[in-house]
């Protein structure tokens, strides 16, 4: 089994995007993304084929010639359709692996596995566990690495959905779920997938959430299992697992009148509260950033494009350079990426 060191799931979102197109080279080079399309319910048919081909287009632009894989979990039939046509019109330039699983319909099954087999890109399995494992998802799985054959290489994604202190169980049911799927396959990459980041904002401005999927990674190591070491870690990047749901949204202007600015330490996550309108918006944004700068964590402006953006938010002066919702996500992104990758290498 030979695979990625880290998997993000990631929104096909502009900022998204642009987060993975600013990580170093040594960094990009150990990341393979699942991206996710936003959902399209209820789109005209031509506007649906419109969107989903400019989701992929900002994803291919993003990864040039490197792999990734791509799924669009929360749509409906119309747009798994939709994604369909659009992975086959750019079959023969696209790094992107198709995604499918136990869950799906019948049709995007077939569909994902004629793409894997047409481009011998190789199929993502995508199994979801949000709380205990049930065996009739294994046999679900057992299905379709058959349809699969020996031709179309797979890969699993194991995806724990959001990992919360009140999921005490989650490593143990990982390890059930680990131990029924990996037997099936000589999987070309195994990964496991948990979004720890909190949905709500802090209502003082400030708060500091342990990285309970972190913690569930380190409690599969000490595990011992002999599959463990191959497997590949993954999470929901900055953001929550909830956020990855919503339709698609322009990162400027509009939405709420708040926003967060976002920083990874070994265990923790902080998040700093902040307006994204009114006259004291920069001089809030400015005071949320020295106060990530403060943190005995912070790793020191030279340790990513986030580290840096942040060191001048907090020096600058007036509203330039502050951001906005879009620009804290990306930054969010390429320091927490940057820290996990950092993070798993011996």
């Known amino acids: 089994m030979s695979g990625p060191l880290y998997v993000p799931v990631l929104p096909a979102k502009q900022h998204a995007c642009q987060a993975y197109r600013q990580l170093i080279p040594a960094v990009q080079a150990a990341v393979v993304p699942l991206w996710n399309l936003p959902p399209r319910a209820g789109a005209h048919p031509d506007a649906l084929a419109v969107g989903v081909r400019d989701d992929l287009w900002r994803v291919r632009k993003a990864h040039r010639h490197h792999p990734a894989w791509v799924d669009c979990p929360f749509a409906d039939e119309a747009q798994q359709s939709a994604l369909a046509e659009a992975l086959s019109a750019d079959a023969d330039v696209s790094p992107l ?22 481009t011998r890109s190789g199929l993502g399995i995508r199994v979801l566990l949000p709380g205990e ?9 057992r299905e379709l690495v058959v349809r699969a054959g020996p031709a179309v290489e797979t890969d699993l994604l194991l995806d724990l959905d959001a990992v919360r202190a009140d999921r005490t169980d989650t490593a143990k049911e990982s390890l059930r779920a680990l131990e ?8 070309r990459t195994a990964a496991v997938l948990g979004g720890a980041f909190p949905a709500g904002l802090p209502e003082d401005g400030t708060a500091v959430v342990p990285r309970w999927d972190w913690r569930v990674w380190r409690d599969l190591h000490r595990a011992g299992r002999e599959f463990v070491p191959a497997l590949a870690y993954g999470d929901y990047g900055i953001d929550s697992t909830q956020a990855i749901a919503r339709g698609p949204s322009s990162d400027n202007g509009g939405g709420p009148p708040w926003g967060v600015l976002r920083y990874t330490t070994d265990e923790s996550y902080v998040l700093m509260r902040v307006p994204t309108r009114g006259h004291d918006r920069a001089a809030s944004v400015r005071a949320a950033a020295r106060d990530i700068l403060a943190l005995p964590d912070f790793r020191g402006p030279a340790a990513s494009a986030g580290e840096t953006w942040l060191r001048d938010c907090a020096r600058g002066h007036g509203p330039e350079g502050t951001g906005n919702a879009g620009v804290w996500l990306r930054v969010g992104n390429i320091q927490h990426i940057t820290h996990v990758v950092r993070s798993l290498r011996p």
């Open 97 to 118: 692996r198709p995604v499918t699983g136990p869950d799906r319909s019948e049709a995007h099954q077939a569909a994902m596995l004629e793409h894997a087999r047409s």
């Open 133 to 141: 494992w049930n065996d009739a998802v294994g046999q679900g799985v």
């Open 180 to 187: 029924a799927l990996m037997p099936l396959t000589p999987w």
